[in-house]
Antibody
Framework: EVQLVQSGAEVKKPGESLKISCEASGYSFITYWIGWVRQMPGKGLEWMGIIYPGDSDTRYSPSFKGQVTISADKSFNIAFLQWSSLKASDTAMYYC???????????????WGQGTLVTVSS | EIVLTQSPGTLSLSPGGRATLSCRASQSVSQLAWYQHKLGQAPRLLIYGASSRATGIPDRFSGSGSGTDFTLTISRLEPEDFAVYYCQQYGSSPRTFGQGTKVEIK
């Protein structure tokens, strides 16, 4: 059974760094793209970016390029989303999700994590 | 960037009713998906390739359309179908979502 289990909720101050995780199981981690989706409070879903754990090829939406870093540790089947300096506007729920098919990255997300709530407040 | 506009914003219907959700793109889309999102849960893939149901999705959910106009139809609403629905285009970069349609109990 495919499962994506995300790390727990975080409360941080502006300017702090943060790395959240998504542990994958039940499939070949290195052969499927995995990505991140943001949902700000009361808002819709936003596609942030994806990574191919097999070779760490990473693609970002222009809105998020330079704002976050997506990485993966294929030894432990974990994907990460990190910030070097958080802002209040980073407050949101973040979901990890797997692309539906191995191969090309023009795919929908078929399996999703439960979400990690990140709150940034002074 | 392809902008997806969903309508209506909210749909108020009774269980057993038929829901018709629209997703209109600012330019032609090659690949479109629909997701269901309930409060406190992860989104769920319903439809991909505009009209193919994802694994385990009941046949009361159907998708249609091409080019710039797409539709998600729920033929007979079950209590568990009341949720927010998003369309997403994944055929070009950046991938984008619509703003969502909330299907609520009338």
């Amino acid at each position: 059974e495919v499962q994506l289990v995300q790390s727990g909720a975080e409360v941080k101050k502006p300017g702090e760094s943060l790395k959240i995780s998504c542990e994958a199981s039940g499939y070949s981690f290195i052969t499927y793209w995995i990505g991140w989706v943001r949902q700000m409070p009361g808002k819709g879903l936003e596609w942030m970016g994806i990574i191919y754990p097999g070779d760490s090829d990473t693609r970002y939406s222009p809105s998020f390029k330079g704002q976050v870093t997506i990485s993966a540790d294929k030894s432990f089947n974990i994907a990460f989303l990190q910030w070097s300096s958080l802002k209040a506007s980073d407050t949101a729920m973040y979901y990890c999700a797997r692309l539906q098919s191995s191969g090309n990255f023009y795919q929908p997300f078929d399996y999703w994590g439960q979400g990690t709530l990140v709150t940034v407040s002074s | 960037e392809i902008v997806l506009t969903q309508s209506p914003g909210t749909l108020s219907l009774s269980p057993g009713g038929r829901a018709t959700l629209s997703c209109r793109a600012s330019q032609s889309v090659s690949q479109l998906a629909w997701y269901q999102h309930k409060l406190g849960q992860a989104p769920r893939l319903l439809i991909y390739g505009a009209s193919s149901r994802a694994t385990g999705i009941p046949d009361r959910f159907s998708g249609s359309g091409s080019g710039t106009d797409f539709t998600l139809t729920i033929s007979r609403l079950e209590p568990e179908d009341f949720a927010v629905y998003y369309c997403q285009q994944y055929g070009s970069s950046p991938r984008t979502f619509g703003q969502g349609t909330k299907v609520e109990i009338k």
